[in-house]
């Protein structure tokens, strides 16, 4: 294989998503080396369904049918939190576990971030709210309006944080804050 074509960078497709038992969001972004392009976001409205046996098997079919649909090389989800409700935490355990499923039966790959990386990766803040989160990323995708699904945004983060950690050792840099993240990050600061 030559040099240049060693060069052309690869388009891969990623999804991400941010699991939930009642509200599951998802985001499909194509990249190109360094570029990004939103394809799809939008959530599953699970709270309709009565038992969690058949929210589960409701999200193994929607993942599935979105891997389906856009055929992702890689799988990016947002590892849940520990709370104080022991019952929500194990719900939602299933939840990622199905979606994980969905994903492993099609042998895709599977990258888990923290809610606190997410953030930190798309705004420079980890302690970033949802609304901040969404709000950059109708800066760095473009977007008309401020999106209003904040599971959706949330699952597109962690797709756009793949994004920009995949192939690279999991470090801040040098020093945290904004000017750091500004150095490290020149393409993705408008002017």
């Given at each position: ?86 019952q ?74 793949h994004?920009?950690h ?26």
């Open positions: 294989m030559s040099k240049e074509l060693e060069k052309v960078p690869k388009e891969k497709i990623i999804l991400g998503i941010d699991p939930g038992t009642n509200v599951m969001g998802y985001g499909v972004i194509l990249t190109e080396g360094k570029k990004y392009k939103l394809l799809q976001y939008g959530v599953i409205h699970l709270k309709k369904y009565g038992s969690h046996e058949l929210k589960l098997k409701k999200i193994f079919e929607r993942i599935t049918g979105i891997i389906e649909e856009f055929l992702p090389d890689s799988v990016a989800l947002e590892a849940p939190f520990f709370g104080v409700n022991v929500s935490m194990l719900k939602l355990g299933r939840a990622q576990g199905v979606a994980m499923a969905a994903a492993l039966a099609r042998d895709i790959p599977i990258t888990e971030y923290s809610p606190k990386k997410v953030k930190q990766s798309v705004t420079g803040n980890g302690n970033a709210s949802k609304e901040q989160v969404a709000a950059m990323l109708q800066t760095l995708f473009t977007l008309n309006e401020l999106p209003k699904m904040l599971d959706a945004t949330d699952a597109l983060a962690v797709a756009l944080c994004h920009f995949e192939g690279r050792i999991q470090s801040r840099g040098r020093s945290a804050g904004w000017k750091s993240f500004i150095e490290e990050n020149p393409g993705r600061v408008k002017k």
